[in-house]
């Protein structure tokens, strides 16, 4: 199907939402969760941060040549990144779900 010419935009398609995630996390804890009160307001803010993350990888996954539609962007994100999290839970590390993270 393409062989390897294919492979260097499967590639960049795959590093938007390993690399681009890293980023949207990174926004979320530098810029944004220093100026939050309530751990209720953390949580809801972190988890519109993944959602509109996930939009925007979603749409320069598909610039880039393909990708899902936004509202599985946004969703799929949200839930990488709880799996992800579930995994730093699991190793005793800060995360999401013990509010540290």
């Known amino acids: 199907?393409?062989?390897f010419s294919k492979l260097p935009?499967?590639?960049l398609v795959a590093l938007w939402p390993s690399l681009g995630g890293h980023f949207v996390e990174l926004f979320f804890l530098k810029f944004l969760r220093p100026s939050l009160p309530?751990?209720?307001s953390r949580t809801v803010v972190r988890l519109l941060v993944w959602?509109?993350?996930g939009i925007v990888l979603a749409y320069a996954m598909r610039l880039t040549g393909f990708g899902p539609q936004w509202w599985i962007g946004g969703i799929g994100f949200i839930g990488i990144e709880?799996?992800?999290h579930l995994f730093l839970q699991l190793r005793g590390k800060s995360n999401f779900?013990?509010?540290l993270g």
């Open 82 to 84: 709880l799996l992800a």
């Open 97 to 99: 779900y013990n509010s």
């Open 51 to 53: 959602f509109a993350g």
């Open 1 to 3: 199907m393409g062989g």
């Open 9 to 11: 935009i499967a590639f």
């Open 38 to 40: 309530s751990l209720a």
